[in-house]
């Protein structure tokens, strides 16, 4: 049995910013329309947020339109740019329990993890970033034939990105940091379910000295707000971060307006795979944090755990135990580790998913059952005897629920674990370096983890292969695909060489 649900602490915000955010103020929707956001941990509102729509992201557009050919942010040097980025950074950490206290309250994170690991990697993302932005450079090209040219690396211009609601700050940044340093100006249209760390940040730009205009804040809902601004012809790049069924809808979407450029971040299936010599103790920590961290509402979540034949049934009894321990209750409270599902709506489909794996002849060791009296807590859950083709083993399930799968050899390991549209991240855990390098360079995954999970950092590219997207967060790489290259080519004359 999974450990029962603390109760709530009853901890309450005053909100401050529930309207649009647009040409740097904050604006009521033109239609006056409010929607609600809700307490996962009780499913009471919280508060209602204004309702933005086409009309709405019109505005945006045109504000950050206007910016971008007229205004003083791509003109800046990268310098100055990087100046203003830093000191958005440094007001982040000024309001880091505000923060973190608005993305527990909207979405069920763990205020511990919001303090000590979301909230400061916002700060982190625009440092990093802000530290590029005056080393874009270029190249010089030595061309056949008596000319000479050279790159220029430009900013695309408008932007419009599209965030998900389980890491509604640190993705929010991830697309926002870099399209800063490249001289972009943008318009955000965060998740329904987790819409108010959005518009605080709107605010704190606003603090720092980002020019009117810049950045723009569009709350409301995908089918209205986010399929305006991918189909918006005076959009040049939209950047989606979210379900592959929706990603496909934002890349039709951008191919019948203008043909913007497209970068996706979509769902994953990722498998773990843990190897006879692998030290069983920490493969069983590793699976636990890959699969229940965040509960499980994380797209590289390794919710495919593979086990060798030789440790599976030791295997087993040790990832019930330890799922067992994991205290799941009032994100508030310090010693607890996982919080509710983001709404009802995921909350019922994790539970579908339980009972789907039960009805395919998946064996359930350990949870699979609604947690407390109230709220949209779901226990850690276990399936074994998980095979290939059962829906808990194919589907993005976005919960805390893990299937087992046996294997054989390490050629089993490789076909399994390639089984799956996805191919956003895998991780394996093995002492043996042969396996690790075969393997990792086996696998088609955007990342792979060799012995840990989990471990991104605003300076190593994240992104997918096959279904799970393509483009990169982070890294260099997250920096260029919000910037062009150009050529210039002059002919030189009576040149002593070539």
């Known amino acids: 049995m999974a450990s029962e649900c603390n109760s709530n602490t009853g901890q309450s915000l005053k909100i401050k910013f529930t309207k649009l955010f647009i040409n740097g103020q904050f604006v009521d929707s033109i239609s006056g329309k409010l929607f609600e956001t809700r307490d996962p941990r009780t499913g009471d509102v919280i508060t209602k947020v204004a309702e933005g729509d086409k009309e709405d992201v019109d505005l945006a557009v045109k504000a950050a339109r206007q910016a971008f050919d007229h ?42 993890n919001g303090k000590q690991i979301d909230i400061p990697s916002c700060s982190s993302l625009l440092r990093y970033y ?23 690396k430009e900013p695309i211009g408008v932007v419009g990105h599209i965030t998900p609601w389980n890491f509604p700050s640190g993705i929010f940044f991830m697309k926002v940091a870099p399209a800063l340093a490249a001289g972009c100006t943008m318009i955000i249209k965060p998740a329904e379910q987790t819409p108010l760390s959005a518009l605080f940040y709107a605010h704190l730009a606003k603090q720092a000295g980002i020019p009117d205009g810049v950045l723009n804040v569009v709350t409301g809902f995908g089918p209205t707000a986010g399929a305006a601004l991918a189909s918006h012809m005076d959009v040049d790049k939209v950047s989606f971060t979210g379900s592959t069924e929706v990603g496909r809808l934002v890349m039709e ?58 440790i599976y049934d030791d295997f087993v009894k040790k990832a019930v135990e330890s799922a067992e321990n994991w205290v799941v209750g009032d994100p508030f409270d310090p010693q607890v580790h996982q919080g509710p599902q983001v709404d009802k709506e995921q909350f019922e489909k994790v539970l579908r998913y339980i009972d789907m794996g039960k009805r395919e002849g998946a064996t359930l060791v350990t949870g699979g059952k609604p947690c407390g009296q109230k709220g949209y807590y779901i226990e850690p859950t276990i399936f074994k005897d998980v095979k290939e083709d059962m829906k808990i083993a194919q589907d993005e399930i976005f919960g ?20 799956t549209k996805y191919g956003l991240a895998a991780g394996i855990v093995t002492n043996d370096l042969n396996i690790a390098n075969r393997v990792s360079r086996s696998i088609r995954s955007g990342i792979i983890w060799i012995n840990c999970y989990l471990a991104t950092s605003w300076d190593c590219p994240f992104g997918g292969y096959k279904m799970s997207g393509f483009g990169r967060e982070m890294g260099l790489q997250g920096l260029d695909k919000y910037l062009q290259d150009k050529s210039v080519v002059t002919p030189i004359y009576d040149s002593p060489w070539l």
């Open 400 to 419: 805390p629920v893990m299937s087992l799968i046996k294997f054989k050899t390490t050629e089993e390991a490789i076909e399994k674990a390639n089984n």
């Open 71 to 112: 205004g003083p942010w791509p003109r800046m040097s990268g310098y100055e740019r990087g100046r203003i980025m830093l000191k958005l950074a440094d007001l982040i950490e000024e309001h880091i329990e505000e923060l973190a206290t608005i993305d527990t309250l909207d979405g069920g994170k763990l205020l511990s």
């Open 253 to 310: 979407a951008a191919a019948k307006s203008n043909l913007k450029a497209v970068s996706l971040e979509l769902g994953g299936k990722s498998p773990l795979l843990i190897f006879n010599d692998a030290d069983v103790d920490m493969a069983v920590d590793l699976a636990r944090i890959a699969v229940f961290f965040n509960k499980g509402e994380v797209c590289v979540a390794g919710s495919r755990v593979y086990v060798q034949e030789g």
């Open 130 to 152: 802000a530290g590029a932005a005056d080393k874009i450079h270029g190249e010089t090209l030595k061309m056949s034939g008596q000319f000479q040219a050279y790159t220029l």
